[in-house]
């Protein structure tokens, strides 16, 4: 695996994934029963934004982040989905010692989970990178309800589902560096589905071209899905030479609620994450609720 997500920590799509997962998190705890989180392709626990990423021919890679987190950063009359978003990473930033006012340290979404988790959740995350498996190891090592797993995401559904707490919510974010990478994420929902029906299922995809992501969601509701959500985010218009013109996320489960709540923090991340006038925000029903 050659993917870093250090290159893209903080940029539009992970602050469109960190809204949601936050939301979701907090959805998930309206019950005091305990669930499990499962991070498929967890990454690392964090990313220090001041670091210097070279290109193979040795030039520097301008960050990604200023056109990301760097448009929220000083964000303060904000909905309270993406206030919520901004104490967390400010926590975090500020546990590593920067200064309040200096973004530096970037969350990723194992210490997005970890800071909300409580005592009677648990945190199960997948890494098959092995050097950002250690590296979760050492940020979590002291954390009682965190398991670290150097494994395949893919398999972890099958080996971790159903969970003994018979509640989940599951992030399936994977890199998107196989070109096989949408007929695998097909064909592990597949088995989870088989496994946990009733579970709380996030899955990450790139809309780089429409046809694709349109083509996965047809493909996705050939299993016969429960209710799904899907969320998009598309910061530039199909003209843009931008290569990952938008994201999305699609929810199987979704709490109760929260198609309202992303509908009112969708519109504020458009406006300010967007590159043109032809950018645009989405959120439907894949699967209607009944």
């Keep these: 695996m050659n993917y870093r997500h250090l290159y893209h920590a903080g940029n539009y799509a992970d602050v469109f994934k960190h809204v949601l997962l936050l939301q979701l998190l907090r959805a998930m705890q309206r019950k005091e029963k305990g669930f499990l989180y499962l991070d498929t392709h967890a ?16 030039r520097e890679r301008p960050p990604e982040w200023p056109a990301g987190i760097g448009r929220l ?21 500020a546990r590593q010692g920067a200064p309040a006012s200096v973004l530096q340290y970037y969350p990723g979404s194992p210490w997005i989970a970890q800071t909300v988790l409580r005592m009677q959740d648990r945190s199960a995350l997948c890494e098959l990178r092995e050097d950002d498996a250690e590296a979760l190891d050492f940020d979590f090592c ?12 893919y398999t972890a559904l099958r080996a971790m589902l159903p969970p003994q707490e018979k509640r989940a919510l599951v992030l399936i974010d994977p890199p998107f560096e196989s070109t096989t990478e949408f007929a695998d994420i097909l064909g592990a929902m597949r088995e989870a589905l088989r496994r946990f029906p009733s579970g709380v299922y ?27 959500l899907a969320v998009e985010l598309q910061i530039a218009g199909d003209s843009s030479e931008v290569r ?44 209607p609720e009944q």
């Excluded at 002291?142 to 995401?153: E, F, R, T, W, Y």
């Excluded at 996705?220 to 799904?228: D, R």
């Design 43 to 58: 990454g690392r626990g964090g990313y220090d934004l001041s670091a210097t990423t070279a290109l193979p021919d040795g």
């Design 142 to 153: 002291n954390q009682p309800n965190v398991s670290i797993h150097p494994l395949d995401g």
């Design 202 to 228: 996030a899955v990450w995809y790139p809309i780089t071209e429409r046809a694709r992501s349109d083509w996965f969601q047809q493909d996705l509701l050939a299993l016969g899905l429960p209710p799904t």
């Design 244 to 287: 990952m013109k938008g994201c999305g996320l699609l929810v199987l489960n979704p709490p109760w609620r929260i198609e309202n709540e992303i509908k009112i923090a969708m519109p504020v991340l458009l406006e300010r994450l967007k590159l043109d006038a032809s950018a645009a925000a989405r959120v439907r029903w894949l699967v």
């Design 73 to 93: 950063w000083e964000e303060e009359n904000s909905p309270a989905a993406l206030a919520d978003y901004l104490a967390v990473v400010r926590a975090c930033n």
